[in-house]
């Protein structure tokens, strides 16, 4: 395992990493490894392409076709 030290920290950055540990009952340490993790290791976030890929494919395009009937002329009144 690594060790990381950081210096130079906001004293305000700081106290609310205490806080937040308190809160999930954790060292601050522990706290600190926790986000670290999280943030650079969690889940990567999908591209646009990707997330386009994975739509279910549920009908075909006359399902979708405007229907101009006149009806939805005051849609917005």
């Given amino acids: 395992m690594g ?3 950081v210096r130079n920290i906001d004293d305000g950055v700081v106290q ?5 540990a ?3 009952s ?3 340490e522990a706290e600190h490894r926790l986000i670290l993790s999280s943030v ?7 591209s646009f392409a ?6 279910p494919n549920v009908g075909g395009d006359e ?3 405007r229907n101009n009937d006149g ?5 917005f009144d």
């Fill in 3 to 5: 060790v990381l030290i």
């Fill in 50 to 55: 990707q997330v386009l890929a994975d739509m």
């Fill in 16 to 20: 609310a990493l205490k806080e937040r």
């Fill in 26 to 28: 954790r060292s601050a």
């Fill in 22 to 24: 308190a809160r999930h």
């Fill in 40 to 46: 650079l290791l969690g889940p990567r976030k999908k």
């Fill in 71 to 75: 009806r939805d002329a005051d849609v």
């Fill in 63 to 65: 399902d979708f076709e």
